[in-house]
């Protein structure tokens, strides 16, 4: 289908939820970096779930109604600036390219969105997502309540948009999972070439500017997140960034890298030997590991609760961890006493589409929710040893997470990463070869 009409349709559902009122998005603000210089622009992602539109400076109003109508306001054009900054579709182009039902200059926003929310029961917007736009709305609100003598009602009920729009994003159409599994595509040949790239004695930095020259090469327009590129005991930081440490012989890898491709993110982690062979310790976490993945993979399917994969990948993880010797007692004993989390303190997955990280309840009515088809989520165990008298000393300084992207299908899952290896026996050949 074409991608105007899907996102026609994604405001249709949108006003159907709501029943009446009016729906307000805000384009994302550009963001400074330092002085003149801004940090490369990402829209907002529910603002282009439902428009397309690429600028900033922008406001969809989704006016629910049989038809609703959907009205952008957008900054006008002008040669002066787009000679400076580049092209700005402008309100009447913006409409046909989009397939909107009105668009207005921004400059009108002002005066036009008070008249939309005149005698509206309901407003939806994103209370609290920025205090810009929160202003805006409280003064179109006021100026709409400043007319309350003429006969004028202002919108009572306000809603949080999220709780609709939230629920739509966390099941993905077909057009969404094509892309995010040519982003998974991406990052997962990423992810071979660094395998391919890692020598002893290279810079974490090296291996990083691999990974982002596969990402853009191959049209991604940015990391999805900043890449974590950890060597040896920086792989024990669970948030790393720094990728600036010499990459050791004898010390394992761990890179945590995705690519953004037109919107959707992909999340994937490889854990791996820096000369190309495991060592007997890093073969036993790393197999570990592998095999937590393996059983958490086995629950995604629909109907599982979304806390099924964590529950599994925890059981096979604590019985490692007993077996060698990083815990004591029995699976129930450390798995009530928490003693697991000192080696695996993060929860084996989470919601992904546009936010890498993203958007969807994960309980209802204080109970886990069910895995349905179409829904796309990580899973990603890890087991973590730092220095510690109570640890076999042959462990300390291993960090191993080994994270795929996973499509809840009709019987079960699809792993959408899995065009990289992660079989030990694979990784050293790709290594060696
Ligand atoms: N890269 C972020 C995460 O794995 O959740
Ligand atoms: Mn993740
Ligand atoms: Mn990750």
Redesign the pocket.
């Known amino acids: 289908m074409q991608i105007n009409k899907i996102r026609a349709n994604r405001r249709k559902r949108l006003a159907d939820s709501m029943g009446n009122g009016v729906a307000i998005l805000h384009a994302a603000p550009e963001q400074i970096r330092n002085r003149d210089a801004n940090h490369p622009y990402r829209f907002d992602s529910y603002f282009h779930y439902l428009s397309g539109f690429p600028e900033t400076e922008a406001i969809l109003v989704i006016v629910a109604g049989t038809p609703e109508a959907s009205i952008l306001f957008c900054r006008d054009k002008d040669l002066e600036r787009e000679i400076w900054d580049g092209f700005r579709y402008g309100p009447e182009t913006a409409r046909d390219a989009f397939g909107l039902s009105e668009a207005h200059s921004i400059t009108k926003a002002d005066e036009l969105i008070p008249k939309l929310l005149e005698n509206q029961a309901a407003l939806y917007y994103e209370l609290g997502g920025n205090q810009h736009s929160d202003r805006k709305v409280f003064d179109w609100l006021n100026q709409v309540r400043a007319q309350s003598r003429n006969g004028v009602t202002a919108p009572d009920e306000i809603h949080d948009i999220r709780s609709i729009l939230d629920e739509m994003r966390v099941v993905k159409d077909a057009s969404e999972i094509e892309t995010m599994r040519r982003a998974a595509n991406i990052s997962a040949q990423a992810h071979v070439r660094a395998m391919q790239l890692t020598r002893p004695g290279k810079m974490e930095y090296e291996v990083e500017a691999e990974l982002l020259h596969e990402f853009r090469r191959n049209g991604a327009q940015s990391p999805a997140?900043t890449s974590?590129v950890a060597g040896g005991a920086n792989a024990c930081v669970l948030h790393y960034v720094n990728n600036d440490a010499v990459l050791n012989d004898g010390d394992l890898l761990l890179i945590?890298a995705?690519c953004e491709l037109d919107g959707y993110a992909s999340?994937i982690?490889r854990t791996f030997p820096v000369n190309g062979k495991f060592s007997g310790a890093q073969r036993d976490v790393y197999e570990l590991v592998l095999a937590a993945q393996a059983a958490a993979i086995e629950q995604v399917a629909p109907g599982r609760e979304w806390e099924d994969p964590h529950r599994a990948a925890l059981q096979v993880l604590v019985q490692g961890m007993l077996d060698l010797g990083l815990c004591k007692g029995t699976p129930e004993s450390v798995i009530e006493s928490g003693d697991y989390r000192k080696f695996y303190m993060h929860r084996t997955g989470?919601w992904l589409g546009m936010d890498?990280?993203d958007v969807g309840d994960y309980k209802r009515d204080g109970q886990w929710r069910k895995l349905e088809t179409g829904m796309t989520l990580?899973v990603?165990p890890g087991c973590y040893i730092r220095p510690d008298d109570s640890v076999p000393e042959q462990f300390w300084n291993i960090g191993i997470r080994i994270?795929d992207d996973a499509l809840v299908t009709q019987d079960g899952c699809e792993i959408i990463t899995g065009g990289v290896p992660k079989s030990i026996a694979e990784v050293e050949a790709i290594m060696a070869g």
């Open positions: 997140y974590i945590d995705g999340d982690t989470h890498v990280h990580t990603e994270e």
